[in-house]
């Protein structure tokens, strides 16, 4: 099975900040990741697709990059509507997904 | 524009199975473009990927959980189902389903809005 680990679990930052959040795979999984955003008592949302894909209606601060085993979500200038938790999710095997544990992101 | 619904009993006796539906709108459970699957959150915790199914009824489970699961298609209702067998209070979650893109890289998109499940006597 591919394990997925996240870090930092948690961070405090202000609207403004720059923030990143990294995903790593325990083996290449080439491009194949995602990432989403779940707000309390909210479905998640996608937000990037292979990796680097902005889905459409997503604003442009929010990126993504990496491949292989190393992943991440970029914010570029967070925003209030930003403060939520992010999940990546593994597709490289075929039909056996597995989520990261998420990083929650909280206001300084 | 695709739409999912959740449903089913939100309170479920211990030893008891599950079952929970989702409901399909504005699309055909029947497309090529689209798995269809059911993910699962207990309050406070990350998501599990439980399964997933074509229309064709092709199934693809979660190891850790294939031997209790079971998920079918209902192509006439544009349905599709859940069933988890003999649960413990620790399959109390919010249940969701969603569409998984086929065309390469398998994203979730979109979700429906999730039902609370309590595994409780």
């Known amino acids: 099975d591919i394990q997925m680990t996240q870090s930092p679990s948690s961070l405090s930052a202000s609207v403004g900040d720059r923030v990143t959040i990294t995903c790593r795979a325990s083996q290449s999984i080439s491009s194949y990741l995602n990432w989403y955003q779940q707000k309390p008592g909210k479905a998640p949302k996608l937000l990037i697709y292979?990796?680097?894909s902005l889905q459409s209606g997503v604003p442009s601060r929010f990126s993504g990059s990496g491949s292989g085993t190393d992943f991440t979500l970029t914010i570029s200038s967070l925003q209030p509507e930003d403060f939520a938790t992010y999940y990546c999710q593994q597709s490289y095997s075929t039909l056996l997904f597995t989520f990261g544990p998420g990083t929650k992101v909280d206001i300084k | 524009q695709l739409q999912l619904q959740e449903s089913g009993p939100g309170l479920v006796k211990p030893s008891e199975t599950l079952s929970l539906t989702c409901t399909v709108s504005g699309g055909s459970i029947s497309s090529s473009s689209y798995y269809w699957g059911w993910i699962r959150q207990p309050p406070g915790k990350g998501l599990e990927w439980i399964g997933s199914?074509?229309?064709?009824?092709?199934?693809y489970y979660n190891p850790s959980l294939k031997s209790r699961v079971t998920i079918s298609v209902d192509t006439s209702k544009n349905q599709f189902s859940l069933k988890l067998s003999s649960v413990t209070a620790a399959d109390t979650a919010v249940y969701y389903c969603?569409?998984?893109?086929?065309?390469?890289?398998?994203?979730?998109?979109?979700w429906g809005q999730g039902t609370l499940v309590t595994v409780s006597s």
């Open positions: 969603a569409s998984i893109a086929v065309a390469g890289y398998n994203w979730f998109d979109p």
């Open positions: 199914i074509y229309y064709s009824g092709s199934t």
């Open positions: 292979a990796a680097s």
